[in-house]
């Protein structure tokens, strides 16, 4: 990296941490309250932008950005734009009762409104999440930070870079706990929004001043076509005419990531859930200083939440126009496992072969898109070698020989639209060969081994737009850097101290330190934030597996689908129907946990947000029948527990009209109909 941009770098994330530190320790801390809720001090302005900072990183520039690169496109937008809708909704109908009862946690509340029991299994399940979440936010984080200093020349592990974010974010957090958290988000969420910014815009002039011979890649139907760039085409024209089809909202009810049918009812289930009922999201208003203002910064983040889409996902778009080969290339790694079982499984293929001490010259001039697995006698002689084509696969003798594939092994073809025009006739053999396998594997009475077969790695987009299209040495490379990992941190931050104070106060003070003093709650609070910040450091590095998924952004949505549809159920009702009885809490949340498990086990085929909508509609069931049988006598009473101005902000709820209109109105723009036109 330049001078000035390692420069620009440093003093970002120095300046990010002293503000922190220092905004959290001026008014020194007395009790768990300045802890874990800022001392419910926050203004609107903080809160919107701690909002933004703690959920845009991960999930949006790591792995919205590489669905974007997908099939997908413009369609994944949808968590964003329908999330500004959620977000004003949630604003006005959950945080009134929230801060009207003063809660530290959303499982608190489950206490209040039905019993102890809802409360431990909702505290107990979230943590759990929380550390695969945790986990996945560094992996995204330390993933981008490989790919990027692998591109300037540098060789940086997922260990290395998880062990970094984790440290920095632990430090602030462990230090002035939400205060800290808040005030670095001020200054990482406007960054994000500029560097987002910065990254489209040079995007663009690199996808307009492109070399004429130049190809690119359109995969809006579903198919790899290489086009060459018309040189009278400025940015704009070329990025319509190659990504037309990859600009509607709308995909097909087969698809497998986003199908539309999950807008109707399937996506605003973990919306409801993330922004209104999940405790690092949450924790941000918990510590509003007013009901107004809580309001104000939530319809404030809205807005803000209609502009990621434009500098996050049609960069991720640009980049598999430019960069699809380099994606490819990248996959590299996790597809020489799978074709070396392929080859070992169906030896008598004619699209995959080993050589033996091959001649690297040779390999690199290799065609394709049949595969080549180049057996060296050592890492240092596989290294030497310095392949850079896709279609050769490098890997030292003895990890082949090493492989051995299951009696019955079966290859899935993750993001196959993409995968079967890589290689159609290879493609083809595979799915002929697995129904086979399928078959036998089922006269014998078990289930068949699977191993991913993936085409592109999607998620390292935002690592080569950062390390082609940003200009060097004159400090921008080095300001953008140090925003998306300022912000990968933040999330990490926000998510240390959601699972520290859950694991405090709703697991720790309720049964093991009862009645703790206040210094030993926010010291059982530090350590916590200690020991996740391990567990992410450790776990993150498991997440590049190509079998647990081809997409960061995946793993998180679904593994919430465990939690989520039972949490929104119960939490509704239990507004709604004041005498829906207290068990039905805890049989909500065991029936949303029980049937998601199962629809996955079981019907793996059905695509798993649709999977939460069934889900939903079970618990919405349970517990209507248990209100009809058995309801309370009396109707649940939420008192005021709290001191805070609970009085509705009217500038915010107008605002936060305009906002779901202006929402609706994007979708009409991007719907099918007018983008074909």
């Not at 440093?10 to 503000?19: E, G, H, N, S």
């Not at 929402?663 to 009409?668: D, E, G, I, N």
Request: aromatic share 10%; net charge neutral; hydrophobic share 50%.
């Amino acid at each position: 990296m330049p001078t000035i941009d390692l420069t620009v770098f440093v003093v970002f994330i120095l300046a990010v941490i002293t503000l922190a530190l220092w905004q959290s320790r001026s008014k020194g801390e007395k009790d768990a309250q300045d802890y874990f809720l800022a001392g419910r001090g926050l203004k609107w302005w903080l809160i919107g932008f701690s909002l933004i900072a703690a959920n845009i990183s991960t999930e949006q520039f790591v792995g919205m950005s590489g669905n974007a690169a997908s099939h997908v496109g413009l369609a994944i937008a949808s968590y964003e734009w329908m999330a500004a809708i959620t977000l004003v909704i949630v604003g006005f109908t959950f945080l009134p009762y929230f801060l009207r009862v003063g809660i530290y946690t959303i499982p608190e509340f489950l206490e209040y409104r039905y019993n102890q029991w809802a409360r431990l299994v909702m505290a107990a399940a979230t943590v759990l999440i929380y550390m695969l979440l945790l986990a996945a936010v560094t992996y995204s984080g330390a993933l981008t930070m490989r790919t990027l200093f692998s591109d300037m020349g540098w060789e940086v592990s997922l260990y290395t870079g998880s062990f970094f974010i984790a440290l920095i974010a632990m430090i602030y957090v462990v230090t002035g706990g939400l205060k800290a958290s808040v005030w670095a988000d001020l200054i990482q969420g406007s960054a994000l929004i500029l560097g987002g910014a910065m990254i489209m815009y040079f995007a663009f002039v690199q996808l307009g001043t492109a070399d004429q011979a130049a190809t690119v890649v359109d995969v809006g139907t579903g198919e790899v076509v290489i086009k060459t760039l018309d040189p009278a085409q400025g940015p704009i024209d070329r990025f319509m005419d190659l990504n037309r089809n990859r600009m509607n909202m709308f995909l097909p009810k087969t698809d497998t990531v986003l199908p539309w049918t999950a807008l109707l009812l399937g996506l605003w289930i973990p919306n409801f859930y993330y922004w209104g009922l999940n405790q690092y999201i949450t924790q941000r208003t918990l510590g509003s200083s007013s009901l107004a203002e809580g309001q104000k910064g939530i319809v404030f983040s809205a807005f803000l939440k209609l502009l990621i889409p434009f500098v996050v996902v049609i960069p991720g778009i640009i980049a598999f126009n430019l960069f699809y080969s380099d994606m490819q290339l990248k996959a590299q790694g996790d597809v020489g496992r799978a074709m070396g079982l392929y080859l070992k499984s169906n030896p008598q293929t004619a699209y995959v072969e080993a050589q033996e001490g091959p001649d690297p010259a040779t390999l690199r001039q290799h065609p394709g898109p049949d595969y080549v697995i180049a057996l060296f006698g050592t890492d240092q002689e596989l290294r030497a070698a310095q392949l850079s084509n896709p279609f050769v696969i490098p890997m030292v003798k003895a990890d082949y020989e090493a492989l051995q594939p299951a009696q019955y092994q079966i290859f899935s073809a993750r993001e196959d639209h993409a995968w079967k025009h890589v290689n159609p006739e290879l493609a083809a053999e595979i799915q002929s060969y697995n129904s086979t396998t399928e078959a036998a594997a089922a006269a014998a009475g078990t289930i068949p081994s699977s191993q991913a077969l993936v085409a592109y790695k999607y998620d390292t987009a935002l690592g080569l737009l950062l390390g082609s299209v940003l200009p060097k040495n004159v400090g921008i490379l080095g300001f953008v850097l140090a925003a998306l990992l300022g912000a990968v941190i933040s999330s990490l931050a926000a998510m240390l101290n959601a699972a520290s104070t859950i694991f405090t106060m709703d697991i720790c003070n309720k049964y093991v330190m009862v009645q703790a003093s206040q210094h030993k709650i926010v010291l059982l609070g530090r350590i916590s934030v200690v020991s996740f910040a391990v567990i992410a450091f450790l776990l993150a590095p498991q997440l590049g597996n190509p079998n647990i998924s081809n997409s960061i952004f995946t793993i998180i949505q679904e593994s919430q689908g465990f939690i989520s549809p039972g949490i929104l159920a119960i939490f509704v009702l239990g507004l709604v129907f004041r005498r829906a009885p207290r068990s039905s809490g805890i049989v909500g949340l065991l029936t949303s946990i029980g049937s998601y498990g199962l629809l996955k086990l079981l019907a793996p085929s059905i695509q798993f947000l649709n999977r939460m909508a069934i889900s939903f509609a079970l618990c919405i069931l349970v517990i209507l029948i248990m209100t009809a049988l058995k309801p309370m006598k009396e109707a649940i009473e939420f008192e005021a527990k709290t001191s805070l101005n609970l009085e509705t902000s009217k500038g915010a709820r107008n605002a936060g009209i305009v906002c779901i209109l202006l929402t609706l109105v994007l979708y009409v723009i991007f719907s099918p109909l007018l983008v074909a036109g």
